[in-house]
């Protein structure tokens, strides 16, 4: 039983110890319930982890075999959204934050950014379609499927550009400005050096962001199933989420190709895991970088 | 020669600086171009006509009458407005069963004089055909059939973009299925989110921040189709065994799983939205004798509630977005929702799930755009939205 509070006080701290109980079991079982999401899909996944299951075609209708093809369409997407997409959102995000002059352009510039990066991702499939496959005729291809998941990764490049070069004091500018120095000049040489490890993050993030969506690559590039791998970028190639989202939905047979979902399921989360230490280390060293100078 | 290399790449980056823009632009031509055009037109299949009698005073026909009429669900005039008299359906399936070969010719050059023969001997035919095939005799004429309008593409009750002759395309419960899981998944996770962020901002030390921040930014770069397999395997039996469904798959699942992925968004966002709150005004709420969860709750809480409000509608917004997670848990059915323990289908699912077999350029595809266009006005309106909220907290 709870003791009589003998004054106004106590009552003001019993409540607030109660609610900040009630804020901290919040939080911690929030953090509980996501972390053992990724405990049970590790737990089921990670026995189907060997060499065989990176290195081998699907077998027996996916029910057997590895993920080779889906690994590889993987990684063609990723590089080829990622050579289209980086250069042009570098180039954006400085743009943006050196050139663009405060006001309505850049609100605009923003605002057009903000919107671009709500866009869901299944309109980014649809307009992808509409665009490259068939308007341009790229038919389902690498080729179009990259350039799809560019769009969608684009913001986000642009956004972190903008905000590395932000972080980058104006002193730097200013030195470079008084040793006679042109402006493109000072972007080269001074502003993004020192900003490209926090540049470069806004890359890493997009790799991960793009290696995991489904729905841009649904009817741009993905195959159902493609027993060999891709010899062109016009070429339709597997992807990791669509793999996993076809032999856990659709596939010949949903209950003995579980394993193999789970080991998916792994994959991904292991591309996330990894994506997101890197980034967090060239982040802080890019912070420290910065103090250092 | 060096000035002008240095022209020519300011521009390029100038030009950069408008790509989103540009590709915003390119979404709204694309998608609106293929969304639109299929209003006004007609939902039977292109140059099919639905033929009687001139006797029959009925002249229109909405697509519901037509698929009812087809699925044996109406079958008397008389519930159309005309005498009692009993309605034939005949198209080409049923066709040979009537006629037989030597009296439609080989290559069915005699159907339309059979055709036409036959609606003048049994007034009460509904006859469906290619206008290529059938030419009207004087006995014959064809019956309107009500276009398709935004307001029935927007109210219609009813989902069937295949059903023959003609479809139904009301994107209604798609609607409602979309903002009832949307609706849902905010209210589990706003209020969840919110108790984690004042305890992420305000309560824990530096050293316990410093080890959830990164799980919770971690979690948001999970993959959704990931979540969705694990609603798959996890919540939806779980559901289905709790109460006692015969499938799992329902609209609870669906808010369910798009609230925990939602979490770490809002999280981030109103943490965020909490620091902003200058440190004099805290300061000010102590040294009055109040205690520091009276400060959060009657200084902090309301300072920072238009950056909370903007991230509950962006949460909103990237909930009707979603797709994959939604399109494995929730059940795909195509019916105005009446609970939450239902299957329902969403609008980014349906695309999701359609798209693959409609035939290219055909109204199916084309619908399947509006429904497009619908989702991007949507997500751009919260988008907006959201911005101006948390402009207005900047200005004041």
């Known amino acids: ?50 060499w065989e299951f990176f290195s081998t075609m699907p077998k027996e209708g996916m029910t057997k075999g590895g993920i080779l093809p889906a690994i590889i369409g993987t990684l063609y997407l990723v590089a080829g959204s990622m050579i289209i997409a980086f250069p042009i959102g570098m180039l954006s995000g400085i743009y943006v934050n050196e050139y663009a002059r405060e006001g309505q352009v850049k609100r605009f510039i923003k605002l057009m950014t903000n919107n671009l990066a709500g866009v869901p991702s299944i309109v980014f499939g649809l ?24 769009l969608l990764a684009l913001p986000l490049i642009i956004r972190t550009t903008e905000e590395s070069l932000k972080a980058v004091d104006n002193t730097f500018r200013h030195a470079s400005y008084a040793l006679g120095a042109s402006k493109l000049y000072t972007i080269r040489k001074v502003v993004v050096p020192i900003a490209f490890p926090n540049i470069i993050t806004g890359l ?5 962001r793009v290696s995991g969506e489904t729905a841009p690559i ?43 979902a789970y080991g998916t399921a792994v994959v991904l989360i292991a591309i996330v895991l990894f994506v997101n230490l890197l980034a967090n280390f060239l982040r802080n060293y890019f912070s420290r970088k910065v103090k250092m100078k | 020669m060096k000035r002008y290399l240095e022209y020519l790449i300011e521009w390029i980056i100038k030009g950069c600086g408008f790509i989103s823009a ?54 008397n005039w008389s ?25 439609l010719g080989t290559n069915y050059e005699y159907l339309s004089i059979c055709i036409n023969h036959y609606i003048d001997s049994i007034p009460g035919t509904l006859a469906f055909f290619s206008e290529r095939l059938l030419s009207i005799s004087s006995g014959t004429k064809e019956i309107e059939v009500d276009k398709i309008s935004l307001w029935s593409f927007l109210s219609g009750e009813e989902w069937f973009p295949t059903a023959k002759p003609a479809s139904i395309m009301g994107t209604l419960p798609l609607l409602l299925g979309t903002l009832i899981v949307s609706f849902f998944a905010i209210l589990f996770a706003l209020p969840l989110g919110l108790a984690a962020s004042i305890y992420l901002a305000e309560i824990a030390d530096e050293r316990i921040r410093k080890i959830l921040k990164p799980i919770i930014e971690l979690l948001s770069g999970i993959p959704s189709v990931v979540y969705g397999f694990f609603g798959l395997v996890v919540i939806v039996p779980f559901l289905q065994r709790v109460f006692h469904l015969a499938v799992g798959e329902t609209a609870l699942a669906g808010s369910i799983l798009l609230a925990i992925m939602a979490l770490p ?29 009276q400060t959060i709750w009657k200084v902090i809480l309301p300072y920072a509630s238009s950056g909370i409000t903007a991230a509950s509608i962006l949460g909103i917004g990237r909930a009707i977005g979603e797709t994959m997670a ?49 989702l991007f006005l949507i997500t751009m309106l919260t988008n907006i939205i959201a911005e101006r909220i948390s402009a207005k907290r900047k200005l004041s």
């Open chain 1, 1 to 50: 039983m709870l003791a009589f509070p003998k004054n106004i006080d106590q009552i003001k701290m019993r409540n607030q110890r109660i609610m900040f109980w009630i804020a901290r079991g919040i939080s911690y079982s929030i953090i509980a319930i996501l972390i053992l999401i990724l405990f049970f899909i590790l737990k089921r996944g990670i026995g189907v982890i060997n």
């Open chain 1, 127 to 150: 307009f992808g379609m509409a665009l490259f496959v068939n308007q341009l005729n790229f038919g389902a291809s690498i080729l179009a499927g990259s350039l799809t998941l560019a």
């Open chain 1, 204 to 208: 890493i993030l997009g790799i991960g």
């Open chain 1, 218 to 260: 649904l009817f741009t590039v993905a195959a159902y199933f493609l027993p060999r791998l891709p010899n062109s970028v016009f070429d339709q190639c597997m992807a990791l989420p669509y793999h996993l989202y076809v032999i856990s939905t659709s596939g010949t047979d949903i209950e003995t190709s579980r394993p193999i």
């Open chain 2, 22 to 75: 540009f590709i915003v632009l390119m979404i709204v031509l694309f998608l609106f171009k293929e969304g639109i055009s299929f209003l006004n037109s007609s939902p039977l299949e292109k140059n099919y006509g639905l033929f009687v009698s001139v006797n029959n005073p009925v002249r229109k026909l909405t697509d519901l009458q037509i698929k009812n009429i087809f699925d044996k669900k109406i079958t």
């Open chain 2, 79 to 103: 519930q159309l407005g005309w005498r009692n008299d009993s309605i034939r359906t005949i198209d080409i399936n049923n066709i040979e069963s009537i006629f037989t070969k030597e009296q």
């Open chain 2, 265 to 293: 968004t809002i999280i981030t966002v109103s943490e965020d939205a909490i620091r902003t709150c200058p440190r004099a005004m805290k300061e000010a709420s102590l040294a009055l004798g109040a205690s520091h969860w």
């Open chain 2, 326 to 374: 939604v399109l494995m848990v929730t059940g795909n059915a195509a019916t105005i929702p009446h609970g939450l323990l239902q299957p329902v289908r969403t609008i980014p699912a349906t695309i999701a799930a359609e798209l693959g077999e409609a035939p290219y350029g055909g109204l199916h595809f084309k619908s399947l755009f509006a429904l497009a266009c619908m």
